[in-house]
């Protein structure tokens, strides 16, 4: 098992045990298994299948955020070519790049900022990351390309029109970082339960 398997993996285990464990959860499962004990069969299992969709539609939807952000976050790891004033050429990290660099773009290549082609020779893109479209379009010089495309024919040469950090799949990556757990609308169904059945 690699490595980066195994930290999916844990993390995938640490939003399910998040969203298990919770006192609310924790208080329901007591009350149920009191309803079962003492025979209420009928309610305990009505209460315990609410708190086990709960659970269900809380740990999918902190999977999904955070899927949406692994997938969003090699693009910082990924390395892109710079073609300097000179004609020489470097590998950068998408953060160094500054508008009017000129980026070559290859098969496979990730675009890293939004810009401007400069030449191409059989461009198509993929923008699915970005506008959710499955197939791939074919770019001339002159268009525009966004961060987040992948190259999945031919190459070219853009001119980045923004950095890295102002582009829409930056953006799109900040709002993910920036999810916070909310509790679903079940949970908070069940907290106010509890709370107003602690007056009763």
């Given amino acids: 098992m690699s490595q980066s398997y195994g930290r999916k993996i844990r993390e995938i285990w640490h939003l399910v045990f998040r969203n298990v464990f919770l006192l609310v959860?924790?208080?329901i499962f007591a009350v149920v298994g009191l309803l079962f004990f003492f025979g209420d069969f009928k309610e305990?299992?009505?209460l315990g299948i609410i708190?086990?969709?709960?659970m269900?539609?809380?740990t999918a939807k902190d999977i999904q955020a955070w899927l949406a952000l692994e997938k969003l976050n090699f693009l910082t790891a990924a390395r892109v070519v710079r073609v300097n004033q000179d004609g020489t050429e470097e590998q950068v990290l998408p953060e160094e790049i500054q508008k009017e660099d000129s980026i070559k773009l290859a098969l496979g290549d990730q675009i890293p900022c939004d810009g401007l082609l400069v030449s191409v020779s059989g461009l198509e893109v993929n923008e699915a990351l970005i506008t959710g479209e499955s197939r791939s379009f074919s770019k001339t010089e002159g268009e525009m390309?966004?961060?987040g495309s992948i190259v999945t024919s031919g190459g070219g040469l853009m001119r980045a029109r923004?950095?890295?950090e102002e582009s829409r799949i930056a953006q799109m990556t900040a709002g993910i970082q920036n999810y916070s757990a909310n509790p679903s609308p079940i949970q908070r169904s069940i907290k106010t339960v509890v709370r107003y059945a602690g007056y009763v």
């Fill in 25 to 27: 959860n924790l208080i």
């Fill in 44 to 46: 305990g299992l009505f």
């Fill in 51 to 54: 708190i086990f969709v709960s």
């Fill in 56 to 58: 269900i539609v809380g």
């Fill in 145 to 147: 390309v966004l961060a």
């Fill in 162 to 164: 923004t950095t890295y």
